[in-house]
């Protein structure tokens, strides 16, 4: 039995870099912010059968809300819970955002940002490093842990500055058994981690 003194996973993520593990059903998963303002890519995969995924149209249907935070059920493409938020000291977290990839930095921002580390390259660099039978058609769209993306009352999105701060935290209790994929946020070009990338924490160990 392990606890949050001695968790099964502790590890800290760096700065733009990806990190893949498996929680087990009844496990706690927390991500920490260690320096506050960071936008942490993620997404969960049945770990037996993959093709069931987290779903953003499911999980904003279900709890008629486009932000995550306490109480949140991520649920699956097959409307399953797979996972429900139980501690949040940020305060909200981002459905719709997606990742950033080589092409919305080329889009967004300007064609000489096309070579620039992304979301989107950090999850297909974990998914070549790992053993899942998983590739570019099996990335749907990710929650973005600790980032602001207010929806304006006339419905357009903004990538606004953080409300997150350094020792923030997201902790989730795992109703079945999760691949965690994460693209610790690598993005220079926009205020979702405050222009400078840094590095989070992640943790998980068994329910009392
Ligand atoms: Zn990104």
Known sequence: MSNAEHPTIDTVVPAGEPWMGVVRRGQVLRIVDLKGNQAVDTLFYN??????????QDTIQAQRSIYL??????????????????????????TLGGACSAESNTVRYAIDKRHM??????????????????????????????????VTPAGQLEFADGISAAGRHVQMLAQMDVLVLISNCPQLNNPCNAYDPTPVRVMAWDAA
């Not at 109480?71 to 949040?88: A, K, V």
């Not at 998983?134 to 769209?141: I, V």
């Open 117 to 150: 580390h992304s979301c989107r390259d950090s999850f297909l660099l974990a998914l070549s490093q790992h053993d899942d039978g998983l590739d570019k058609r099996d990335l749907p769209s990710n929650i973005n842990f600790f980032m602001n993306v207010p």
């Open 47 to 56: 770990a037996y059968d993959t093709a069931e995924h987290y779903s953003a």
């Open 69 to 94: 935070t306490t109480g949140s059920q991520l649920r699956s493409n097959r409307g399953r819970p797979m996972l429900t938020i139980t501690e949040d000291t940020c305060g909200r977290h981002d």
